[in-house]
């Protein structure tokens, strides 16, 4: 087992390195995405620890940033005590923060416990409505949902909040679309899984406006999904607590994982998009990548999951 992790990492090590010789000055980037993490103490720290040691050139949230009730109270211990750097500006009392905000949260709903999800409103600056945005890093056009059900603008379909999507994804020129919320429109949690219906109401259209991939939390697991020519992620294992699945599980689930904490971490460039959900203990989980034709010749070559998209 552990020759064959040696053997994946080195892959990995080529696949980057030839990426950027033949693409010369194309931009790579690394983003750290977390869920379920803002409950301050060794667990959220560690997966913390994981995530900064990639360097990341942000990071994004799935929600639930500030367990039990999104006060103000607890807010900056269960989130600035570990990320003040990427946040600006910082307006707690851990550390310098960032020269330019590369923390982009999402609310979920302990956030929306205390009215309004005031705190979280008022510890962050956030472009738009600061509930729900859209913001591009490199090749990578990310569009931030609030998909709690007290959302002003709605969280179904037909919602003002679903126009402002489909029109921000038809008219993005960006290589890659990623969509991120809280609530899983697929998952086999036992809580919040597609077994209870809480979240049928997010099964929006994502990939017919253009959308690449999704990525939720809510259920505090690691799933990967594939559902209608999408990819969709549930990331909840950011430092709270673990979940178990339902069985049977979703027909849509291809990878489930609990019983450790981690992140993901996702490798962007013009061509590739990778997604990795590693543990706090740096054992990579899951692997899957997203490939533009051009660059996907060796892609099976990897010895991962992987898929094909349009130019």
């Not at 040691?53 to 607890?74: C, E, F, K, R």
């Not at 489909?166 to 949690?189: D, E, I």
């Not at 979703?250 to 990778?274: C, H, P, Q, V, W």
């Amino acid at each position: 087992m552990q020759f064959w992790r040696i053997l994946l990492r080195l892959a990995f090590a080529v696949f980057w390195a030839g990426l950027a010789v033949s693409q010369l000055c194309a931009e790579h980037i690394v983003v750290g995405c977390i869920g379920d993490f803002g409950r301050s103490g060794r667990f959220e720290a560690n997966v913390a620890q994981l995530v900064k040691s990639w360097q990341p050139h942000l990071i994004i949230t799935v929600g639930d940033n500030n367990y039990p009730p999104g006060a103000m109270a607890t807010i900056d211990a269960n989130i600035g005590q570990f990320y003040h750097e990427f946040i600006a500006p910082y307006k707690g009392s851990y550390g310098t923060g960032g020269a330019s905000n590369r923390f982009f949260p999402s609310l979920g709903n302990h956030d929306w416990l205390t009215p309004g999800a005031k705190p979280y409103l008022d510890y962050f600056t956030l472009p738009g409505n600061e509930r729900y945005y859209d913001f591009t890093y490199g090749p990578v056009h990310f569009f931030c949902l609030d998909s709690d059900a007290k959302e002003l603008d709605g969280t179904t379909a037909d919602s003002r909040q679903a126009e402002w999507l489909r029109k921000g994804l038809a008219s993005s020129t960006s290589a890659w679309h990623l969509v991120y919320f809280h609530h899983a429109p697929y998952s086999s949690g036992i809580y919040h899984g597609s077994q209870t219906g809480e979240s049928d109401r997010l099964r929006w259209p994502f990939k017919a406006w253009g959308a690449h991939a999704v990525l939720s939390g809510h259920d505090h697991v690691y799933e990967r999904a594939r559902a209608d020519g999408l990819t969709y992620f549930v990331n909840g294992l950011g430092g709270d607590s673990f979940d178990k699945f339902h069985h049977p599980p979703i027909r849509e689930s291809l990878k489930r994982y609990t019983g450790a904490f981690g992140a993901m971490r996702i490798d962007a460039t013009e061509t590739n998009l990778a997604f990795r959900f590693i543990t706090a203990a740096k054992s990579t989980v899951d692997t899957h990548i997203l490939f533009k034709a051009s660059a996907a010749s060796d892609a099976s070559r990897l010895g991962v999951s992987f898929e094909v998209v349009d130019e």
